[in-house]
């Protein structure tokens, strides 16, 4: 099938989350070079920041650990500072008839580290390294063909390599011509998006008042709406905020939206005292509501972390030519941040291997 071509280049990046915008850096520094298309208005993904007026807290991810090289190096070569997660403190336990113990429970997120600015500075500092002539916000990729993508908006754009950087899900639903092998088309669908059937509710404050009265932040509850409450606050309790996961099934969710919050707030007040009630802001992040995250199968989430890591379907498709590169396929740590990066890289060692190129290291 003959298409009209827009554009032309080594290679072609659906996604600009972390696992997109760190394959476009390895691009540049292998001097290589591509064009990122991004379905949203806006990088990050599954990344992203409630923006506050004394600073920003993570709707998407929180943590990182020790033991992450590759999330460590980025932020310090971004010149991004990171911190421990506050755990200082008594824990709180509600039980199912809502009765609040104290000093139950442990610490789960003790000894994870946040970023200052939260989590979206990485993405930010990706962009700011990144030609502004090659990322493309607003435009989603449609069709994959032979060597060739078919974007919104009737546009396209031809490369050696395309790399598929979300979730394995959403790529299942792309159209392919000529179509995937039946393997890798029924291995994507099965892959579950990490997190995405979740929702984060926050609330930011003037002050963490919950650390005067002696308490870390970090809740448990049998009760709901939130099932595990933290502590969110930035660098020495600012801005100050706590956040919940929700337990409420992401089916329920979207149509009780407004309920969960009131109850959220009402339950934070029996966690935390009276103040929890009054916050400067309130938002509820349900990520299955998100299109460019979540499909339908994703609103029920599997019960632990799955083992990911790359089917051997997904290997050398479209004779090498096309990858998939989101988190879900990494090699290691496969769902985080630092499986994000670990894809990435991954996928630009065959790129840059195929194409000749010296990698720069790093
Ligand atoms: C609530 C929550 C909490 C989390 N907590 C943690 C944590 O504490 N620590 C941790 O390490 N990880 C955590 N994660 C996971 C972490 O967010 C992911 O590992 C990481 O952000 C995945 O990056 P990615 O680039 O692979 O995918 P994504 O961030 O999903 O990026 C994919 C991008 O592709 C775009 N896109 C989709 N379809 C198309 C299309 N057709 N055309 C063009 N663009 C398209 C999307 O808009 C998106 O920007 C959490 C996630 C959530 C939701």
């Known amino acids: 099938m003959g298409y009209r071509t827009d554009m032309s280049t080594d290679v072609v990046i659906i996604g600009g989350g972390l696992a997109g915008l760190a394959l476009a850096s390895r691009m540049v520094k292998a001097g290589l070079s591509f064009q990122l298309f991004e379905a949203r208005p806006h990088f990050g993904g599954r990344i992203a920041a409630l923006e506050g007026p004394s600073g920003r807290v993570d709707l998407g991810p929180s943590w990182f650990w020790p033991g992450q090289p590759r999330i460590a190096q980025l932020i310090a070569e971004l010149g991004l500072q990171a911190f421990p997660q506050h755990a200082a403190g008594e824990i709180l336990f509600e039980d199912t008839t809502g009765k609040v113990h104290r000093g139950v ?5 003790e000894g994870s580290f946040r970023v200052d600015g939260g989590m979206i500075g990485l993405i930010e500092g990706l962009v700011a390294t990144l030609p502004k002539d090659r990322l493309h916000l607003s435009c989603a990729a449609e069709m994959i063909g032979n060597g060739m993508v078919q974007l919104s908006e009737g546009r396209h754009c031809s490369a050696r390599h395309v790399a598929l950087a979300i979730p394995p899900r959403l790529a299942a639903g792309l159209r392919y011509d000529p179509p995937l092998p039946e393997a890798a088309q029924v291995a994507l669908a099965t892959i579950p ?27 448990m509850s049998r009760n709901g709406p939130l099932a595990e409450i933290h502590d969110a606050s930035g660098v020495e309790g ?3 905020a706590l956040f919940g996961f929700v337990g409420v099934p992401a089916t329920a969710r979207k149509e009780h939206a407004a309920k969960i919050k009131e109850m959220a707030l009402q339950q934070l007040a029996r966690f935390f005292g009276p103040d929890a009630a009054q916050p400067k802001q309130v938002r509820l992040q349900d990520w299955a509501c998100e299109p460019w995250t979540a499909t339908p199968a994703d609103h029920t989430p599997p019960q632990g972390h799955p083992d990911y890591g790359l089917l051997p379907s997904l290997v050398g498709v479209a004779d090498g030519r096309l990858h998939f590169a989101a ?5 290691e740590m496969g769902g985080l941040m630092e ?3 670990a ?4 996928v630009a060692r065959i790129i840059i291997e195929d194409m000749g190129a010296a990698a720069t290291p790093g």
Not at 343 to 346: G, K, P, Q, V
């Open 105 to 109: 429970g442990f610490a789960s997120m």
């Open 193 to 219: 998006t990490w997190m995405a059937g979740h929702a984060k509710f926050v609330a930011t404050y003037d002050h963490p008042f919950w650390r005067d009265k002696g308490l870390s932040g970090d809740a």
């Open 238 to 240: 600012s801005p100050a």
């Open 327 to 331: 988190t879900e396929t990494a090699p």
């Open 339 to 341: 499986g994000a990066l």
């Open 343 to 346: 894809s990435a890289e991954r």
